[in-house]
């Protein structure tokens, strides 16, 4: 990933995957707080749908999904 999600595969059961993925867009966000890091990973874990592999893809979900 090249500072921005892309159309790299994603995989939601991968440790190192979601946490790569969580810290890039809590700084492409500027978003400032550990819990929502929490929110985000719980948000992925729970409700993404499977058919969402790619990191880009899970990045639009993700914002159109997470609410503080």
């Known amino acids: 990933m090249n500072g921005k999600p892309d159309d790299t595969l994603f995989n939601k059961e991968e440790g190192n995957e979601m946490v ?6 809590m700084i492409f966000w500027d978003y400032r707080f550990a819990n929502t890091g929490n929110k985000m990973e719980k948000l992925i874990h729970d409700k993404l749908p499977p058919e969402l592999t790619k990191q ?7 914002k159109e999904n997470l609410k503080f």
């Open 20 to 25: 790569y993925l969580i810290n890039k867009l």
């Open 56 to 62: 880009e893809e899970v990045q639009v979900w993700l």
